[in-house]
């Protein structure tokens, strides 16, 4: 592999990931870029037209309400092929039945990281973008995972078309997915334990048997050869029946792109779009309202603010006691007085030259000092309370258009530094320019006040000048900020999913993408530059302009005999260095007004969090973590399992509120027992999940626990007794023992001994020991330094470390082998007696001992029952276990 072009090896290859990474653009983009890099002579031709914007343009037209049909119409022909590829894989993917019902269809965007789309849906779409490109080599690594058993049954029949004439490699923890495999590896510690057909394999009665034993739905005491399901047959007949009846009967041909009215698609994680009125946008703040509202949060502080004016005023004053001096000096040197007395009051003054700069030294020091330190502790606290402040948001604003974690990230980072040009050092040169111009003009009326009056009057230009700068910067500013921001966003979601760019060889594509997101910016920025350097150079050129007003006017009155030298001298530099120093204030210009902007942005983020954030603006900043958090109060620990209702729950996702997710739901799961929800994908199974952690409000009707109604529940102290393992884990770029440490209750730092208990009930433990540092190594970014079972593992882990009365399971053994999987269902039979457990699961082994398995279907509960109860009775459940059968 050492002597191969990997760009070139890898364009023969098509990769499915355990936790696949969809880009922020449309479906129909993200499905294309699997022919990006394909090697095939009629994918190259397309190639131009992959990189160039005709793709994003089509998805955009139709989002905005242009008709799909028309506009595939008015493409080109290489469009027009590309789109017949995509719809093509996607139906080979099983994936057209659900994006045809979306609002967009194809053209729907699917979010940062793929997360407006189900675990399920967004596998199915990575399935579709790896088989696009006709691949002569397929790397499946848990690619059908997130699926359920009918889906998974489907693609399985697809893969095994599309894969005559390829070489097929999948890894897989679901055994059912494997049986028509021609060679089974079994690996156990990085060696080959036995390999062999699926026959061939049970057949030995060795590990592989073994592992056959653990996933089988029937005793495990029956032979091998003799599990099956009774009618597996006819109901693996019915359902496929269904299936052709429900899903492909809405698949709109080729011709007919775009035409049928979107049906509801019971997305998991439905689409949110970008709301009219974004709250955070900039509120029309005046700088003085801004800069006050910055000031405010100074008060803890007051002391060095002080002491920073008073520094600030004695530089400001300064000058003008130079000038008294200059004045003197000038006069002093006159050839008229005697060689003596010229050293004498030239050695005077420069004693008072040397003082004055002593003292200027000081205060500038001083000044510097204090402002460092209160703009220090300011930009401290903004950051903590935008934090604060984001985390207070509800999931349907984080998943918002144009809110990007690089986006949002800025008002920590960016935002936050920019604080520096209004509350650090800038602040204390403004207000000695401020009070060295007010105490010139004062000095130079004192002295030779109809010189001054003529000179004042160049003021309010000077004034004019700068301000209609400041204000056009300020604009350029904004519109600078919002531009770049969709850049950025591009760049960070490049280099967050580098795998993916870097399989689908989509390194071209994503510098296209982002040299067009600076374009209609850049241009912008341009003319804006243009306009406002006019009024830049009109700045600089006004001290020039005073002082040739000054030198002729002020020469004029002492040839006059109304003033001497010496007043002339004394007026010139007091209001000339004010003019001077009004100059370099407007020079600082660029960094006022980008701070004035990000200040705003940051005042409007900070507003929008809650009474109890906004009233701790002004106290003082805290490092106890239970102070600082502020909304979330310590609740003493219960034990006991808590009840959950669903009471007649309807449900629109914020931005499809006409297409309902959950259409009456009513389910009652009794304290201290163990439930399931099944169902196909998009059935609304992890909907419910999001609205028990009140992710999101229902429309009508109520979600309770323990009786109470969440939704009417002040703060979220009720998730302490919640503990939540998602379908994709996450960890956080600190060490293991940190990442397991967040999912102890608030104010509850857990001892080792509790965190290794649940690790070897996670049955992480071992693993977790034998790295080099233990419980101290490091994660990486978004865990990158474990595979996908030990990230499983290790949130499941987490989640029991917790030790919750509500324990939530979406997909939560998915990436875990049959092993792992039966360890931990014994572990949590132990540890979980007393506690509501609600798990979702595509695996009917792992919930076969449930109490209560809820079948869902189309937003609403069709049947209910333990699994032998189910298996009697529903046809559809029967199908799906003799899918699973082995």
């Known amino acids: 592999m050492k002597t191969i072009n990997v760009k070139c090896a890898r364009s023969f290859i098509g990769t499915v990931a355990q936790n696949s990474t969809l880009l922020d653009r449309s479906i129909l983009e993200n499905i294309a870029y699997g022919l990006v890099n394909s090697p095939l002579p009629e994918h190259i031709e397309l190639r131009e037209t992959l990189l160039d914007p005709s793709l994003p343009d089509l998805a955009q037209a139709i989002r905005e309400g242009a008709n799909p049909e028309e ?39 699917a979010g940062p990281g793929g997360n407006r789309l189900s675990g399920g849906q967004k596998q199915r779409v990575a399935l579709a973008r790896a088989i696009v490109r006709r ?62 057909t699926y026959t061939d394999l049970l057949a030995r009665d060795g590990a592989f048997a073994n592992l056959v034993r653990l996933q089988t739905l029937a005793s495990s005491d029956e032979p091998i050869s003799e599990i099956q399901t009774e009618d597996a047959n006819e109901d693996e007949e019915y359902l496929q029946e269904k299936i052709d009846n429900t899903e492909f009967a809405k698949v709109r041909s080729l011709d007919n792109t775009g035409k049928s009215t979107p049906v509801a698609e019971n997305s998991d994680s439905g689409e949110t779009l970008a709301p009219k009125d974004d709250k955070t946008a900039t509120k029309g703040r005046s700088f003085l309202s801004t ?79 204090s402002f ?79 010189i001054a009056v003529v000179l004042l009057a160049t003021i309010p230009v000077l004034l004019s000048s700068g301000f209609l700068r400041l204000k056009i910067l300020a604009r350029f500013h904004e519109r600078h900020a919002k531009a770049f921001s969709n850049s950025v966003s591009i760049a960070t979601e490049a280099v967050s999913a580098i795998k993916t760019v870097a399989i689908f060889s989509l390194e071209g594509e994503t510098v296209q993408v ?35 007003l000054a030198y002729w006017w002020g020469a004029r009155n002492v040839a006059e005999g109304r003033y001497n030298q010496q007043q002339f001298f004394t007026v010139l530099p007091a209001l000339l260095f004010s003019a001077q120093l009004c100059g370099q204030m407007f020079s600082l210009a ?39 958090q502020g909304m979330i109060e310590k609740q003493p620990i219960r034990s006991g399992g808590l009840a959950v ?59 309770e626990i323990d009786g109470q109604d969440i939704s009417k529940i002040d703060g979220v102290a009720f998730r302490d007794d919640i503990a939540l393992v998602p379908q994709e884990s996450v960890l956080f770029d600190g060490t293991v023992r940190f990442n397991l440490e967040l999912g102890a209750r608030v104010g509850h730092t857990p ?39 030990q990230l499983q593992r290790l949130s499941i882990a987490r989640a029991l470390l917790r030790k919750p009365r509500l324990l939530l399971l979406d997909e939560s053994t998915s990436a875990l082998d049959a092993e792992s999987e039966k360890l931990f269902e014994e572990a949590l039979e132990k540890t979980a007696k007393g506690v509501t457990v609600i798990a979702i699961a595509h695996r009917l082994r792992t919930i076969k001992k449930a109490s209560t398995i809820f079948a869902i279907d189309g937003g609403i509960c069709v049947d209910q029952g333990s699994h032998d109860e189910l298996v009697a009775r529903n046809e559809e459940y029967r199908a799906n276990a003799a899918f699973q059968t082995l």
């Open 514 to 548: 982002f040299n067009r997101s600076l374009k209609a910016p850049y241009t912008a920025t341009l003319k804006t530059i243009a306009y406002g350097n006019f009024w830049l150079a009109m700045a600089y050129s006004m001290s020039n302009l005073v002082y040739a």
């Open 645 to 703: 209702r669903f009471n007649n729950v309807r449900f629109s996702y914020p931005a499809r509120p006409d297409i309902e997710v959950l259409k009456g739901l009513t389910i009652n799961i009794t304290p201290g027992t163990f439930c399931a929800l099944v169902g196909r994908s998009g059935a609304g199974k992890s909907t419910i999940i999001a609205l028990l952690e009140r992710f999101y409000s229902p429309a009508s009707g109520s979600v």
């Open 372 to 450: 460092g330190r209160v703009s220090e502790k300011l930009l401290y606290r903004v950051r903590v309370l935008a934090l604060k402040s984001l985390f207070a948001q509800d999931i349907q604003w984080h998943e918002s258009e144009n809110r990007s974690p690089g986006t949002l990230i800025s008002y920590i980072s960016a935002d936050a530094n920019a604080l520096s040009g209004i509350t650090g050092t800038l602040l204390g040169v403004m207000l000695s320019i401020i009070v060295s111009m007010v105490s010139g003009i004062i000095l130079a009326h004192a002295v030779a006040w109809r």
């Open 590 to 628: 660029p960094d006022i007004s980008k701070a004035g902007v990000s200040a705003a942005r940051v005042l409007d983020l900070i507003d929008i969090g809650p009474e109890n954030l906004l009233e701790s603006k002004n106290s003082r900043a805290t490092n106890d973590p239970e102070a600082s």
């Open 291 to 369: 800069f006050f509202g910055i000031m405010s949060m100074a008060r803890p502080h007051l002391f060095f603010v002080f002491l920073g004016i008073a520094g600030a005023v004695i530089v400001g004053g300064s000058y003008s006691g130079e000038a008294v001096i200059f004045g003197h000096t000038v006069s002093s040197l006159s050839p008229c007085l005697s060689p003596a007395s010229i050293r004498s009051n030239g050695s005077l003054y420069g004693l008072l030259f040397f003082v004055l700069a002593l003292i200027e030294f000081f205060a500038n020091v001083i000044s510097a000092s």
């Open 751 to 789: 001892t080792m001994q509790e965190i290794e208990s649940a690790c070897k009930l996670a049955n992480i433990h071992d693993t977790i020991v034998s790295l080099p540092e233990g419980y101290e190594t490091p994660c990486g970014s978004n865990g990158g330094q474990f595979s996908g079972g």
């Open 71 to 109: 506009a595939l119409a008015a493409s080109s022909a290489n469009v027009q092929t590309i789109v017949r590829l995509v719809r093509d894989a996607a139906t080979e993917a099983d994936a057209l039945g659900f994006i045809d019902r979306l609002q967009y269809g194809m053209s729907t965007e």
């Open 135 to 196: 691949p002569s080599i397929l790397l499946l690594d848990e690619a059908t995972a997130s699926l359920d058993s009918a889906s998974e049954h489907l693609i399985q029949m697809a893969l095994e078309r599309v894969s005559e004439g390829r070489t097929t490699i999948s890894i897989a923890h679901r055994l059912s997915t494997i049986k028509n495999a021609d060679n089974i590896v079994v690996m156990s510690q990085g060696e080959i334990l036995e390999q062999g």
